[in-house]
């Protein structure tokens, strides 16, 4: 396993502060956009650990959507009630 260490400037993001992940740090620890993290302090220090991948939204699950993997459409009967307007 790689290790890596750098020395970041912590910076003002609206009413928090932020620090950047530098890409070879966020790649060892597995984590990328939309990744979930714990913040937690332990003896005076801060980790964070990823903890699993957010829920995509429903325009990421749309643009994900196959038509021929997925069959189309999804109820194969006749339009009903308000449908057939």
């Keep these: 396993m790689r290790s890596y260490a750098n020395t970041l400037t912590v910076q003002k993001w609206g009413n928090s502060l932020a620090v950047r992940i530098p890409a070879p740090i966020a790649r060892s620890a597995h984590i990328h956009l939309g990744t979930?993290?714990?913040?937690?302090?332990?003896?005076?220090?801060?980790?964070?650990?990823?903890?699993?991948?957010?829920?995509?939204?429903?325009?990421?699950?749309?643009?994900?959507?196959?038509?021929?993997?997925?069959?189309?459409?999804?109820?194969?009967?006749?339009?009903?009630?308000?449908?057939?307007?």
């Design 36 to 85: 979930l993290v714990q913040l937690s302090v332990l003896d005076g220090n801060l980790l964070v650990k990823p903890v699993g991948e957010r829920e995509p939204t429903l325009d990421e699950m749309l643009a994900a959507f196959d038509i021929k993997k997925h069959g189309g459409e999804v109820m194969a009967m006749k339009p009903v009630g308000r449908e057939k307007l």
